[in-house]
Structure formats: structure tokens, C-alpha cells
């Protein structure tokens, strides 16, 4: 096939954006959405599957009418393989361009020296090359720390530094998108889950530390150099104490595993996350009070932040759901009491987050699946085939 020229795939592209962010919509309301014509819709559609881009199966009769279709990925497609990197594990899985999970994989390190773990990490590249050949088009990988152009800056909580992230793919011939993980869990938040249709929304999400970013109209706010959302690194917290991130009085050391061992006097627990999991099943009044405590911290900062950020909506993730319900009215109180008066007659809701525990894949692939849906990469599929 010859090469496709720049602007003959506009409304393709335009098609394959709302499949992407509204799995298993009609064609009809594509249709309505773009404002194409039924002939138009019509004709892009069998254009996307003569190149295996879609394909399309009835849509459940809804009575008198003209009957639609439901547009879903080709299963000769081109995939993302997206992958979540954890404290003590991670996850795969590929994803078809209606962000479609397949083949979901779990594993726990045996190592977290990071030369092991991103070892691991390409090795799960390499065999998704090789099931999948040139359908693979993309990874994206979710990191909790900071990232920029493909580099982890910092991760406190894996003890990792200064690493090129690159060499998960190095070799493979497929483009690396790394992020940080509570920014993707975000993204899938704000295009599929509780904070879909806002606006402005600020996500949250608690594993070992708090991380999260703000979102625009379903982007992430990432700043100059894509660091943006630390969030658990504002200093919310006792000036004394000096983060593994190298800042005084981090938020992170207020809310989780840490700070409950802190409380009750213990030493720090290797395994934050599944501490604060130990602690939260206690009944007893020591843990109780403890929970408490950090159950405060996190409604107060929840509330700096809507003060600074002014979001429609609030998403909380991980442990801050099983925190915020073990001692809700705490939570109530800190929150309410930490805004500002204008804000107090109708807070933003806090609410659960919808993709527990695929957040971060989520959101890898919804950032993998924009550039797959592109005009020049949907010109290069095409071109390839």
C-alpha cells in the first residue's frame, strides 16, 4: 500500500479518540459526536476496517429505527503492552485500542535491585514482541516516582535514583511512554472512572507515600519537565523529619504504613502497605487512635490542596479508601474544616476511585492509545501494512 498522505486520516483518528475513551460506543453516536453524516460514518468505519484498525458487531435493538453498530477493536489491531511497577511487585497487560486489558499478568519481585526488576520488566517486552510482532507499537510504563523524558529521577519508596528507564525496550524497536503512576491512575479517573466529565479534578491515590496529579479536561498538569503531582512531598507535615526524598516535613511520612508504625511506636515497617493493611484490622484502642491521627492528616491535606487547586471533584485511591472509611467523620471534620469558607457551603466530593487496583494500567495505556490514535501514526500503520 503507498504511503498515506498527511491529513487523509483527520476524522479516522477523530474515530479511533472516542473508541478509545468510550469503549463500546455505536457508530450512530460517533456519528452525533463528530457531527459526521450517517454516509460519512459509514465510510470512515469500513475505511478503519479495511486497514484493522475496528471492527463492528449489532448493537442491542433499541426498538424503531435505524439499527447501529458498536465499533470495538480489530483483533488484528495494533496493542500497547502497559506495565505497573510496584514496591513489591508489578502488573502487565495488553491493550487493545478500546482500552480493552488482555492477558493480565501479576508478579512479585524476587529482587528489587533495579538492574533485576527492569531486567524482568524487558523480558515480559520481548515476549509480547514476539507473540505479537509489529502490533506491539508502543509500551508504557507506570513508575511510583518522578519521571522525566523517560528517566526516573527519584523513587524514595523503592530506593531507586537516576535511572534510564529505556532500557526496558532498548533493542525491541518499540517507543518506551513512561509516567508516574498516581498521574495515570489519574488519567484513567478523569477519562473512565469517578471523574469522568469533570472539568477540573485532582486525584489522589495512597500506597507507601501519597501521590496524584490535577487534571484538565482529562490531561494531567505535569508541569515544565513532566515532574508534576508530588503532592506527598509538600510540606504538610513535621518540619523535623527528613524525607528519603531529601525534603523536611514531607506529607508522605503523615499518611501511610510509616506513620502508623510512627504512632505506635514501632520501627519502620519493610512493607508499608501491607502494615497499614495489618493496622487497619485491628480493633484495638492503640491502633484505633493511630488511625485516627493519620486519617486527620490526610483529610486536612486533601483540603490544602482543593484550596490551591480548586477541582470540581476529588478521586482517592489505594489505601486512602479503607483509611477514609475506617474513621469517616475524622476524615469529614479535617476536610471540611481545612477549607476555605467559600468552599465549606458545597466541597468538592471526594470520591472512590473506579479502577481499583488497574489504575495505573489504565492510565498508561489511555496515554499510550493518544499517540496510537494520531493521524501520522495511524498513516504509519497503514503504510507498515
Not at 483483533?75 to 511497577?85: I, K, M, Q, W
Not at 516535613?249 to 511506636?265: M, N
Not at 476529588?314 to 483509611?323: E, K, S
Request: net charge positive; aromatic share 4%.
Amino acid at each position: 500500500m503507498n504511503p498515506v498522505r498527511r491529513g487523509q486520516w483527520q476524522t479516522a483518528s477523530d474515530v479511533l479518540t472516542q473508541l478509545s475513551r468510550q469503549p463500546g460506543i455505536t457508530r450512530a453516536s460517533v456519528a452525533r459526536t463528530l457531527r459526521l453524516s450517517t454516509g460519512s460514518a459509514t465510510e470512515v468505519t469500513a475505511r478503519l476496517r479495511d486497514v484493522h484498525l475496528v471492527t463492528e458487531v449489532p448493537a442491542p435493538s433499541r426498538g424503531r429505527g435505524r439499527p447501529t453498530t458498536l465499533l470495538r477493536a480489530h483483533p488484528e489491531g495494533p496493542v500497547v503492552l502497559a506495565l505497573d511497577l510496584r514496591q513489591s511487585s508489578w502488573r502487565s497487560a495488553v491493550v487493545t485500542l478500546d482500552g480493552s486489558l488482555l492477558d493480565l499478568q501479576h508478579r512479585r519481585h524476587r529482587s528489587r535491585r533495579p538492574q533485576v526488576v527492569l531486567h524482568n520488566l524487558r523480558r515480559q517486552v520481548e515476549q509480547t514482541r514476539q507473540q505479537y510482532g509489529d502490533r506491539l507499537r508502543m509500551v508504557s510504563l507506570a513508575v511510583p516516582g518522578t519521571i522525566r523524558d523517560n528517566h526516573l529521577m527519584q523513587a524514595p519508596t523503592l530506593e531507586w535514583a537516576e535511572l534510564d528507564l529505556e532500557t526496558v525496550t532498548e533493542g525491541t524497536g518499540v517507543p518506551l511512554l513512561a509516567g508516574n503512576d498516581a498521574t495515570l491512575s489519574g488519567v484513567a479517573e478523569a477519562r473512565t472512572g469517578a471523574a469522568a466529565g469533570a472539568g477540573t479534578a485532582l486525584h489522589l491515590i495512597v500506597e507507601v507515600g501519597i501521590g496524584g496529579t490535577l487534571l484538565i479536561d482529562g490531561v494531567p498538569a505535569q508541569g515544565a519537565s513532566g515532574a508534576g503531582g508530588e503532592y506527598g512531598h509538600v510540606p504538610f507535615g513535621d518540619r523535623s523529619r527528613l524525607c528519603p526524598c531529601g525534603a523536611r516535613g514531607c506529607w508522605d511520612l503523615e499518611i501511610d504504613g510509616r506513620a502508623l508504625a510512627r504512632h505506635l511506636k514501632q520501627g519502620r515497617p519493610d512493607d508499608p502497605y501491607a502494615y497499614t493493611e495489618e493496622v487497619l484490622r485491628r480493633t484495638d484502642r492503640t491502633a484505633r487512635a493511630a488511625v485516627t491521627k493519620v486519617v486527620s492528616a490526610l483529610g486536612a491535606g486533601i483540603a490544602g490542596l482543593v484550596n490551591a487547586h480548586d477541582p470540581d471533584v476529588v478521586t482517592i485511591g489505594g489505601l486512602a479508601i479503607p483509611l477514609r472509611a475506617a474513621d469517616e467523620q475524622t476524615f469529614t471534620d479535617a476536610y471540611r474544616g481545612g477549607l476555605m469558607t467559600f468552599h465549606r457551603g458545597s466541597p468538592p466530593p471526594v470520591l472512590p476511585a473506579t479502577h481499583q487496583p488497574d489504575g495505573p494500567l489504565r492510565g498508561a495505556a489511555a496515554l499510550a492509545l493518544d499517540q496510537l490514535t494520531t493521524e501520522p501514526a495511524i498513516a504509519a500503520w497503514v503504510a507498515q501494512r
